[in-house]
């Protein structure tokens, strides 16, 4: 007989042989409101500081009866939402790990933070700390909060006027709902537009045109500007690169007798290949367009670009992406932010965290994962390339712990890090620099931002890490862990934080439904079907005399989830895992269903045998062993979600340590 290794090996080989726009500012004042509406009253709020970020919002605009904000808020570049992880829930999908993002999750939600920058600057940075526990990240014992805060005043501030250039795909895949979209979001744009903001549009298919040249937004222009956008029809095969080419091609040449912003605004179904570098490709055109002082925005229209691409895009100075599902969250989008889309406050942030003596940074959450560093002195550093205007008060969220866990010790009540930033003011070019330290704030003066904030980066760390489980074929486990964190309390009544429970309890519900349909029985919530003297099967079985794995160590572990995992131990490779199966156990036989085999067993006090005609083999339990490859595999999901760069150092803290 051929032991269990062996036809395993001879199973995976057969097995790998088979398979061998958000708002742009306008020129002038705010969009317009009905008499009814309230006064909105936006504040400067960065970005996110918690480890990730995007998003944009919004200005002002010259139509009648708009009024005028008191502040201005900004946010980075880059993914906007996660509005295609919404949906993927709300259609009882259990959606990727790269559908999740901090950034995207942040940016939908106000994010306050109190204080006051200098005269004249656009933003200054203010923090507040508090507390944390979660198990999805057990290294961060403490939370903080950056925000910026405004210096800017909307009854002085007054944006340049936009000159906009629409690049619209019109290939054949946009016929029907997608190009219908674009057409009434255009449409949106147009009628938010004032007097001295310019718009053109550019179409492309097989081949490319200039379907609208530079254009006015005067009262008497606005019917030939719609009618132009009506014209719009599907057609032909997708040449995105030739699309952008005359589009930069067009905002260069309307750009020369043009005062003000000038903005590329690309609307595709098509993912951009970003990997190409030559001259012509995506990216090339984006980052030299970018120099000329031609933003760009991406708008994807019914089709979801993901968050690696989000992070490209933002990379370059002025670049951020859009998604929408449907018809509702474009118009909505363009109606209530179009003119904060492309509003770029500032250029070449840089925020450096450098930690007290003894405390680590141990989670980041709402910055692009490519503008984060480790400096040789532990500290940390942030590069973002855009900072947008923004209506929410945007935040970023930083993880700190002890730098050695185990020392017994608290973190104290001294300074967590000092925190300082550096800008360039997109309107004068100014440089700014400040500082602040980072400190526990008494719980009685707590913000709204960081109350919020401790929910918002527990409900990211949880359903990241619960994907990412999922996606390892650790189905309990992240079933388990969703569970945990929907059944968590809100730390303050608000409406966005009672959408994200719901978010919670559904994405929870999903993964509960997909345990009992695997036959998975999840402590506490499903019954839990057990077979008498196969009970005691379940553990860890470690080969005692040779014969199945022939020079190597044998390790069989059967779980109450009807699963049997196989690994062997050798002296370079304690434990090596090499695959798993499903099984049927009755009082006499093993059945693993995936690799063919059947075995009779007889089961004593520690021991185990299994029977293949006259060849048997017996294992001895011995508990814990194969639990190590579930705890390192945890240790390393979770490093994925603290949103940290790799260390740099010895010295420098790292999740998987």
Not at 297 to 315: N, R, Y
Not at 472 to 490: H, I, M, N, P, R
């Amino acid at each position: 007989m051929k032991s269990v290794c062996d036809r395993v090996w001879r199973s995976l080989a057969c097995k790998s042989a088979a398979c061998t726009l958000a708002g742009l500012l306008l020129g002038g004042t705010l969009a317009s409101q009905t008499e009814e509406e309230e006064e909105e009253i936006f504040e400067l709020s960065p970005f996110e500081v918690t480890g990730a970020a995007d998003v944009g919002y919004r200005a002002t605009s010259v139509l009648s009866g708009s009024r005028i904000n008191t502040k201005l808020g900004a946010t980075v570049g880059g993914a906007q939402d996660i509005r295609y992880m919404r949906s993927l829930v709300e259609d009882g999908v259990i959606p990727s790990s790269a559908s999740f993002t901090p950034e995207g999750l942040f940016s939908e939600h106000d994010l306050p933070i109190g204080g006051l920058a200098p005269e004249g600057w656009l933003f200054d940075i203010a923090a507040q700390a508090m507390p944390f526990h979660s198990s999805s990240q057990p290294r961060v014992e403490a939370l903080a909060q950056l925000g910026f805060v405004s210096g800017i005043d909307a009854a002085t501030f007054q944006p340049a006027p936009l000159n906009l250039v629409a690049v619209v795909d019109k290939s054949g895949s946009m016929n029907g709902q997608p190009l219908d979209l674009v057409r009434k979001s255009l449409k949106q744009a147009v009628s938010q537009m004032g007097s001295d903001d310019q718009i053109s549009i550019v179409l492309y298919g097989s081949s490319t045109e200039v379907h609208l040249q530079p254009t006015v937004v005067t009262e008497e222009n606005r019917t030939q500007i719609m009618d132009s956008i009506d014209r719009i029809q599907s057609y032909g095969s997708t040449a995105m690169e030739m699309g952008l080419q005359l589009g930069y091609e067009t905002a260069r040449k309307s750009q020369e007798t043009f005062t003000g912003r000038t903005r590329l605004m690309l609307f595709t179904d098509e993912r951009p290949n970003v990997g190409r570098t030559d001259a012509h490709s995506f990216m090339s055109m984006a980052k030299a367009a970018s120099e000329e002082g031609i933003g760009l925005t991406t708008i994807g229209v019914s089709v979801h670009f993901g968050a690696d691409l989000a992070e490209k895009i933002s990379s370059v100075r002025g670049g951020n992406l859009f998604y929408f599902e449907d018809q509702e969250s474009m118009e909505n989008t363009f109606r209530k932010e179009f003119d904060t889309m492309v509003l770029e406050l500032a250029y070449d942030m840089n925020l450096r965290i450098d930690p007290t003596e003894g405390v680590a940074i141990t989670g980041m959450y709402g910055i692009p994962g490519d503008a984060v560093s480790w400096e040789e002195d532990g500290s940390l550093n942030l590069e973002v390339s855009t900072l947008f205007a923004s209506r929410n008060k945007g935040a970023i969220y930083l993880g700190f712990g002890r730098a050695d866990p185990s020392e017994q010790a608290s973190l104290g009540d001294g300074p967590l890090a000092t925190a300082s930033i550096t800008y360039t003011q997109a309107d004068n070019r100014k440089n700014r620099h400040s500082e602040v330290p980072i400190v526990f704030t008494p719980a009685n003066q707590r913000q709204e931002g960081l109350l919020k904030g401790s929910y918002l980066a527990e409900q990211y760390a949880s359903m990241k890490l619960a994907t990412l489980l999922y996606e390892s074929s650790q189905y309990e486990q992240a079933a388990k862990l969703a569970l945990e964190f929907a059944d968590k309390d809100l730390p303050l009544a608000d409406k966005g934080l009672e959408q994200e429970c719901k978010l919670a309890k559904e994405f929870a519900k999903h993964l509960l439904d997909d345990c009992k349909q695997r036959g998975i029985a999840v402590a506490g919530y499903h019954k839990e079907k057990r077979n008498g003297k196969s009970d005691s099967l379940f553990g860890e079985w470690v080969e005692r005399d040779s014969g199945l794995l022939d020079e190597t160590k044998e390790i069989l572990r059967i779980t109450p989830e009807q699963t049997a995992e196989l690994y062997d131990s050798t002296e370079t490779n304690p434990l090596r895992f090499i695959d798993e199966s499903s099984i049927e156990i009755n009082r006499r036989y093993i059945v693993f269903k995936d690799w063919g085999q059947t075995f009779r067993y007889r089961l004593g006090k520690e021991t185990l045998e299994l029977q293949d005609g006259d060849k048997t083999t017996t294992y001895r339990r011995t508990p814990g062993l194969a639990q190590v490859r579930e705890s390192s595999l945890l240790d390393q999901l979770r490093a994925k979600v603290s949103g940290l760069p790799e260390p740099r150092g010895p010295d420098v803290f790292s999740a998987t340590r």
